[in-house]
């Protein structure tokens, strides 16, 4: 495994790795035989994490925190800490299915709304037909308990165990998938590798469209995903807004 190298933004590991490192990463970890947890920081996360003591200590725990966020590059290279580039956790996630295929692992996508993860791990099996899937369900509205820690659902705890995954992608959306991958893999002794992946089941089956990768070059994905989805709005507040704000009021 290479020696990752990890900074903080707004007291959050990340680490600056390349797409190729973040590969070689992975790959080490579902080579070896304890759960391990990949999860995709970008500005909005942190923005939440600042007012979310209990997420902040969930993205700490992170066996791997990628740079997910043309916004943490430009606040690593400010803070004096430049980070490599940027790796998404879609294009990780592509890379993950790839290597589970062609090693025989096997994988179960987690979440999403109703029939998406089904649709996801359908469109996975046709890229890579060599592909493995254990399962694929929603699993239903997560809930909380008076701690704000995620309740895991009996029923989804056994499909997971019963099949057995050696990879479980969740996609519970931000701080929820996070905070249920710290506190059920522990469960699930199968999983060598937990990733939270967000909206990446959307863009999989074509329901959601990334921005093209001129705009992401040039940093203005947020613009494309306003556009596109007005709805937004807030999320994207925090990401260009709030989160630029935090670093440059920062003392750090």
Do not use: C
């Not at 790959?27 to 600042?50: D, H, I, S, W, Y």
């Not at 879609?90 to 179960?108: K, N, P, Y």
């Not at 059920?184 to 990733?195: D, E, I, Q, T, Y």
Request: net charge positive.
């Amino acid at each position: 495994m290479i020696k990752l190298m990890r900074i903080e933004i707004l007291g959050v590991p990340i680490d600056g790795v390349t797409r190729k490192e973040a590969f070689l990463t992975v790959a080490a970890f579902l080579g070896g035989n304890v759960g391990r947890m990949v999860f995709t920081p970008n500005p909005e996360m942190l923005v939440l994490a600042k007012y979310d003591e209990e997420f902040l200590k969930v993205l700490g725990s992170a066996d791997l925190a990628i740079p997910d966020g043309t916004g943490l590059l430009w606040a690593a290279r400010r803070q004096g800490t430049p980070i490599p580039e940027r790796v998404t956790g879609t294009d990780l996630m592509q890379d993950i299915v790839a290597l589970a295929a062609a090693g025989g692992r096997s994988i179960f996508l987690l979440g999403g709304t109703p029939r998406v993860a089904e649709k996801a791990a359908a469109e996975l099996k046709r890229r890579y037909p060599d592909l493995i899937v254990a399962g694929a369900m929603s699993g239903g509205r997560v809930h909380h308990d008076t701690e704000g820690r995620p309740i895991a659902d009996h029923d989804v705890i056994e499909a997971i165990r019963s099949s057995a995954p050696a990879v479980l992608f969740v996609a519970f959306g931000h701080g929820n998938q996070e905070k249920w991958i710290r506190h059920n893999l522990s469960s699930l002794p199968s999983v060598r590798l937990a990733m939270g992946v967000g909206g990446a089941f959307d863009f999989i089956i074509g329901r959601a469209r990334r921005a093209p990768r001129s705009w992401q070059q040039i940093g203005l994905e947020w613009l494309w995903r306003l556009i596109r989805e007005p709805r937004r709005f807030g999320r994207i507040w925090r990401a260009v807004v709030v989160f630029p704000f935090l670093i440059l009021t920062s003392k750090r």
